[in-house]
């Protein structure tokens, strides 16, 4: 059944709880915010969608483009073709902290191909689009005349009026045995239960919606921000105010001295279908990464919203 993807909900704003004290440290402190009213996609962009925005516009995604060289000094030539990463899983349990067993950049992945180049999206075209850089979305919204959330308003969307829980629907990642969002089950990454029935991406709309009505805000795929990284204990705030919607100031970039190119960061926010109870529990409205805004993944989306 075809979903009417590009459908918005109108909220109205308001003062939350921003952030967490109890998980990772990126995401403290727990802060107030206040975001003004805009509405919001009430699906995540689907690859039926980003077929007619790139049938009607000609875009070519970053992922189908070879990389400039002058933009990775130092690169191998052979990682500057046209490529994505992709979640290729071992066959066994390998050390948690080497992303690269399961992480790979594969040539010719992209939103047509996102399994690579083998893959094609038949069946898939009410899945969530992936394997798009930060640009490649906004070039999507724009196209709408819409924009992509700030970190603020995307979490305040994700949590769907409930400011007091974990999850928009209570405190467990289930309820009542019932799965809420396509996550991993079993032991990341080699071994996948697929309890809730996917193993990769879900249509978008399989789950039950938040108190907004909105979908797939946590899990499935991560959505980027438009807001540029940065460490929530550097917000200029006060303990009796509520910050107005936010920002992240500085265009950060990494800085591990393994990086070829420090490459600047926006947010991404819901976690995944990859984020398991044993590896990246970031399937929660306060969770939130990093993302190289030149990098595409398997599991990476977006939506978009609009203002008054």
Not at 179 to 189: D, R
Request: glycine share 8%; net charge negative; charged share 20%.
């Amino acid at each position: 059944m075809s979903v009417v993807a590009d459908t918005m909900i109108a909220l109205a704003g308001g003062v939350f709880s921003m952030g967490s004290n109890d998980h990772y440290p990126e995401e403290r402190p727990l802060h107030k915010a206040k975001v003004a009213p805009f509405r919001i996609d009430r699906y995540p962009v689907t690859n039926r969608e980003f077929a007619r925005f790139v049938r009607d516009t000609g875009h070519v995604t970053a992922a189908e483009r070879p990389a400039d060289p002058r933009d990775y000094p130092g690169a191998d030539p052979a990682l500057l073709v046209p490529s994505s990463v992709v979640f290729v899983a071992p066959a066994y349990p390998v050390p948690l902290t080497d992303t690269h067993q399961w992480w790979h950049y594969v040539p010719s992945a992209d939103w047509r191909h996102p399994r690579g180049p083998f893959s094609s999206l038949a069946g898939l075209e009410d899945h969530p689009v992936v394997h798009v850089t930060h640009a490649d979305a906004l070039a999507y919204a724009r196209w709408l005349d819409k924009d992509l959330p700030t970190e603020a308003e995307w979490e305040f969307a994700a949590k769907g009026g409930n400011d007091a829980t974990e999850f928009a629907w209570g405190d467990s990642l289930l309820c009542d045995g019932r799965h809420m969002a396509n996550t991993w089950q079993g032991e990341f990454p080699w071994q996948n239960l697929e309890t809730d029935g996917h193993r990769w991406t879900s249509p978008v709309g399989s789950y039950p919606p938040n108190g907004y009505g909105l979908y797939d805000m946590i899990g499935n795929v991560w959505e980027w921000t438009s807001d540029w990284y940065q460490q929530h204990d550097q917000l200029q705030s006060r303990p009796c105010c509520a910050i107005d919607n936010p920002r992240g100031g500085a265009r950060e970039t990494s800085h591990d001295p393994r990086d070829r190119a420090a490459v600047p960061r926006r947010v991404m926010k819901g976690g995944s279908h990859l984020c398991a109870p044993n590896y990246c529990r970031r399937y929660r409205p306060g969770a939130r990464m990093a993302q190289p805004i030149d990098t595409s993944t398997c599991h990476l989306g977006f939506r978009c919203v609009e203002r008054s």
